[in-house]
């Protein structure tokens, strides 16, 4: 049981570039979220999945796509990165949307745009 | 926007000491999230507490809904304790975190 994990660990990108950051989960779970963590502050969300085949914008979601694979997989899309989207970033789910249920979170991807 | 604070921001521990961190919320809370953050930036669920006490070994959390706050109490503090613990208000789809408490025990 893997819990929740993320690929690639580290990623060094161009302004310009895009990639997409993948996740995937094995617990069964409906919610599925990506939050991202900037030096000295807490994790923000950009985008959720409350359930198969759903998605919705977060707090701050500008410069990013979502797409909801399958209930096990949830990735997050860069078109065109940006140094501002430097950070740290992190998935999470949880069995029922967020109020209802604990989450769980990756290991994180460590994205730097030069 | 709900407003999460966390106290103090930085916390210095001899090695065996106790310590409380802090949690108050602009709104009221349904449930709360507890993390540490490991220095090698795993989060790691501490606790899922709504209301109430719950206690995990050395490591124990208290919620007050009604008043808006949430504690964390570390006893016997150990080196492997160091790291940046953070709570996490749950909205009804996101959590919303505060700015965390660093914490570093030196033996």
């Known amino acids: 049981n893997a819990g929740v994990t993320q690929t690639p660990k580290f990623q060094v990108l161009k302004t310009g570039q895009s990639m997409t950051l993948q996740c995937a989960q094995d617990?069964?779970?409906?919610?599925m979220y990506w939050y991202r963590q900037d030096p000295g502050m807490g994790l923000r969300l950009i985008y959720y999945?409350?359930?198969?085949?759903?998605?919705d914008k977060g707090e701050v979601p500008n410069g990013y796509n979502v797409s909801r694979l399958n209930k096990r997989e949830f990735s997050l899309r860069l078109e065109s990165a940006a140094p501002s989207q430097t950070s740290v970033y992190f998935c999470?789910?949880?069995?029922?949307?967020?109020?209802?249920?604990?989450?769980?979170f990756g290991p994180g991807t460590r994205l730097t745009v030069t | 926007g709900i407003q999460v604070e966390q106290s103090p921001p930085d916390l210095i521990l001899q090695e065996g000491a106790n310590s409380t961190l802090r949690c108050n919320f602009s709104d009221s809370v349904n449930n709360l999230q507890w993390f540490h953050q490991n220095p090698w930036g795993q989060l790691i669920n501490l606790f899922y507490?709504?209301?109430g006490t719950k206690q995990n070994g050395r490591l124990s959390a208290t919620t007050v809904a009604t008043e808006r706050y949430s504690l964390l109490y570390i006893s016997s503090s150990q080196t492997t304790d160091s790291g940046v613990y953070f709570c996490?208000?749950?909205?009804?789809?996101?959590?919303?975190f505060g700015k965390g408490t660093k914490l570093s025990v030196i033996p």
């Open positions: 999945s409350a359930s198969e085949g759903t998605t």
């Open positions: 999470a789910s949880s069995e029922v949307p967020s109020g209802e249920a604990e989450q769980y």
């Open positions: 507490i709504p209301s």
């Open positions: 617990m069964n779970h409906n919610s």
């Open positions: 996490g208000r749950a909205g009804s789809y996101q959590l919303t």
